[in-house]
């Protein structure tokens, strides 16, 4: 039985109390809280694994490398990937969206080529390619939103066309919490000979994903989002596809050999295999570690029920909201077409004082342009107050929040 209470208990930082009231943590868009299991991992790890990994015979490294590993298989089998060749750890969702850019981007994209994007975008999906076409000289095509505030694909439809290289879309989005029809959005760029880039960092942490149903080409995600440590996150590639791009960095660990030879006076570079071609220097070990044990937390509980409890959480709050006067929601109302977020304003006032406001009760939200500017100018805002829900989110917690909602609405 999913008990969100019980799950609690697991969460050392939510008995914390804030301005003299029990924490309310609703920022989980941002980044989730850790349970003791992921903080444990990261303790022992440290006192009793740490060693740098691939690099020495000696019992410790051979521990490090084969919990390093394992992590890699845990993840790979979290999202039904085809083995960790196709999981390459990297520091987070933006670290992946670059590798992308930079390894495949900078030698496949080219003048008169197409990369197509969507105005939902979070603005890592959308800057590193801004800055590419600036050094490539691809154009890049935006698709809006329809009237559900969701991707308009009949617009996508009309904008790919044979020049299209790659089309980047997020399966969830971070503003609205709007679930994209990924397979849909795959299937169309398939049809066009483009490859699929997935920013999932709003989806995998809340969603069962399966990467070969989903039949997407890329797939970027977040340890820190989903329960794991910050600096740790995952890029998901097709293993052919991986396997015929270049390193996205040089150095240790991502190289085989390095031959000099003396009468050209060059070295001669043949590259390790995936994934750890992608994996130059000392990766993030323990955070790997740590994300690993997230994995198995949220693979325990059951990702089917992570979504159904957040459902609930979702439809009491925005039917609650939806009751406020002066408390406009955006996106859609309805909670079986999005995750666990939901944007918002109260008339005559700033995100950053709604914040302010429930701080003071130990509620967190998040105010501003959530890393969505584009999407605000859509719109029309000037900024927005977002409430994101996760595991260990109550009922009751919804009530404390309405509560002191209801009392900026009376000021
Ligand atoms: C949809 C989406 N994409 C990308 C990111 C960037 O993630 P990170 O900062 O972990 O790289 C975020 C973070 O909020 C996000 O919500």
């Keep these: 039985m999913f008990d969100p209470h019980k799950i609690r208990e697991d969460f050392p930082i939510l008995k914390r109390k804030i301005n003299n009231?029990?924490?309310?943590?609703?920022?989980?868009?941002?980044?989730?809280?850790?349970?003791?299991?992921?903080?444990e991992a990261i303790k022992n790890f440290y006192e009793n694994r740490?060693?740098?990994?691939?690099?020495?015979?000696?019992?410790?490294?051979?521990?490090?490398?084969?919990?390093?590993?394992?992590?890699?298989?845990?993840?790979?089998?979290?999202i039904n990937a085809d083995?960790?060749?196709?999981?390459?750890?990297?520091?987070?969702t933006t670290e992946a969206i670059n590798l992308v850019a930079y390894s495949w981007g900078l030698r496949n994209l080219k003048k008169g080529d197409e990369v197509i994007v969507s105005l939902m975008e979070h603005h890592s999906n959308i800057v590193p390619w801004e800055i590419l076409s600036k050094i490539n000289g691809f154009s890049i095509k935006y698709v809006g939103l329809n009237d559900e505030g969701g991707l308009d694909y009949e617009a996508y439809e009309e904008?790919?066309?044979?020049?299209?290289?790659?089309?980047?879309?997020?399966?969830?989005?971070n503003f609205s919490g709007i679930?994209?029809?990924?397979?849909?959005?795959?299937?169309?760029?398939?049809?066009?000979?483009a490859l699929t880039l997935i920013d999932g960092a709003q989806s995998v942490p809340h969603l069962p994903t399966d990467v070969r149903d989903l039949d997407v080409d890329f797939l970027a995600f977040s340890g820190h989002k989903m329960l794991g440590p910050t600096g740790i996150g995952v890029l998901y590639g097709k293993r052919d596809i991986l396997e015929n791009m270049e390193p996205f960095q040089g150095g240790g660990e991502m190289i085989r050999e390095v031959l000099f030879d003396s009468i050209t006076q060059r070295c001669t570079i043949t590259w390790n295999n995936l994934p750890w071609k992608f994996e130059a220097g000392t990766p993030n070990i323990c955070d790997g570690v740590g994300l690993m044990e997230a994995v198995k937390y949220l693979r325990a509980i059951g990702m089917e029920n992570v979504q159904a409890h957040e459902h609930v959480l979702t439809e009491y709050a925005m039917k609650r909201m939806l009751e406020c006067r002066n408390v406009e929601i955006y996106g859609p109302k309805d909670a079986s077409l999005k995750c666990g977020i939901i944007p918002f304003n109260v008339e005559g006032?700033?995100?950053?004082?709604?914040?302010?406001?429930?701080?003071?009760?130990?509620?967190?939200?998040?105010?501003?342009?959530?890393?969505?500017?584009?999407?605000?100018?859509?719109?029309?805002?000037?900024?927005?107050?977002?409430?994101?829900?996760?595991?260990?989110?109550?009922?009751?917690?919804?009530?404390?929040?309405m509560e002191a909602l209801m009392e900026i609405e009376q000021i």
């Design 83 to 92: 083995g960790i060749e196709e999981i390459v750890f990297v520091r987070g």
């Design 50 to 78: 740490n060693a740098n990994v691939h690099r020495a015979v000696h019992t410790l490294s051979q521990e490090a490398s084969e919990l390093y590993e394992k992590a890699h298989e845990e993840v790979a089998d979290f």
């Design 179 to 193: 679930i994209n029809d990924v397979k849909r959005i795959a299937k169309i760029a398939h049809d066009h000979g």
């Design 349 to 401: 006032f700033s995100s950053h004082d709604v914040a302010l406001f429930l701080d003071n009760y130990g509620i967190m939200i998040r105010s501003g342009f959530h890393c969505t500017q584009p999407l605000h100018t859509i719109f029309k805002l000037k900024s927005s107050a977002r409430v994101s829900f996760y595991i260990y989110n109550t009922r009751e917690e919804v009530d404390k929040f």
């Design 159 to 173: 904008l790919i066309t044979k020049k299209t290289k790659i089309a980047c879309f997020s399966h969830v989005s």
């Design 21 to 39: 009231h029990p924490l309310v943590y609703l920022d989980n868009a941002a980044t989730s809280q850790k349970p003791r299991q992921v903080i």
